[in-house]
């Protein structure tokens, strides 16, 4: 299925999504698109009491923080929180395909960009070029009446799209760079592997924004659909195989019907 998808030219690309408060529209948003999608994705979903045991084993080293959720527990109490969820992946980045395309900025710099676009989602503070940008967006917004009220500055809201199943709020807690092989001439790189580590921010963590935060209520809004979808797909999905399979059973040309 996916070839077929492929040779007609169409390939969804993964990406990162940075939302940041302010801007014509209320939130400026700023686009990491994935050159190549990375070939398997790891999910690790943790539980309340998982959560605590694990944290406070790693504590004792002085590795992590007191987790926040609660002691650890076999309790029959419903848990307050959605369980936690963490992404590993590995991207491919290269250049091949610009310099052989003759790619004025892949040719000069090679995957320096991409590589920059990818680290830039960890740094704290913006650069003097993204506050000269935020700074004639917000004289812009001024000027036509929608100032925004003065905020102490957050860490922006980034999102996780990895198609329609998969848009979710995260953090990026470990990224790892393997630079691979070098231009010649400049020895920018020109292929790397980049390994991230994301945690997925659940609705209760995104409060600590202000309420004000548009950013953060499309966080919670992506969030509560991708997790609604996985409701939907457990409720319907089941029911749908079962009668597939019951049907084919008494006749396969029947299965065909679903």
């Given amino acids: 299925m996916g070839d077929s998808y492929s040779r007609r030219g169409f390939v969804m690309k993964g990406a990162i999504i940075e939302l940041k408060d302010g801007g014509l529209i209320g939130v400026s948003p700023s686009i990491t698109i994935f050159q190549y999608n990375p070939e398997s994705l790891s999910r690790s979903i943790i539980p309340k009491g998982l959560q605590a045991l694990r944290e406070r084993g790693d504590g004792q080293n ?36 610009d310099m052989d395309e003759g790619n004025k900025l892949g040719v000069a710099t090679g995957i320096a960009d991409r590589l920059a676009s990818l680290e830039l989602l960890t740094y704290a503070n913006a650069t003097a070029i993204e506050q000269a940008l935020d700074a ?44 691979q092989a070098f231009h010649s001439v400049s020895l920018y790189p020109i292929r790397a592997k980049v390994s991230l580590g994301l945690r997925v921010l659940r609705p209760h963590e995104l409060d600590a924004y202000p309420a004000s935060s548009l950013a953060a209520t499309i966080a919670k809004g992506c969030y509560i659909f991708t997790r609604e979808q996985k409701s939907l797909l457990a409720t319907v999905g089941g029911p749908i ?13 029947l299965g065909d019907i679903l």
Avoid: C, Y
């Avoid at 007191?66 to 969820?85: K, M, T």
């Avoid at 102490?152 to 760079?177: C, D, E, H, N, Y």
């Fill in 62 to 97: 002085g590795s992590a923080e007191p987790e926040d959720d609660g002691a650890f527990d076999f309790s029959l109490s419903a848990q307050p929180h959605d369980p936690r969820e963490e992404i590993s992946l590995s991207l491919v980045i290269d250049a091949v395909d």
């Fill in 136 to 179: 004639v967006g917000g004289a812009i917004a001024g000027a036509l009446g929608f100032r925004a009220p003065e905020e102490a500055p957050m860490v922006p809201v980034q999102l996780f799209w990895f198609g329609p199943g998969k848009l979710v709020p995260v953090r990026i807690t470990s990224m790892t760079i393997e630079e």
């Fill in 241 to 253: 195989r079962l009668i597939d399979s019951a049907l084919t059973a008494i006749n396969p040309d």
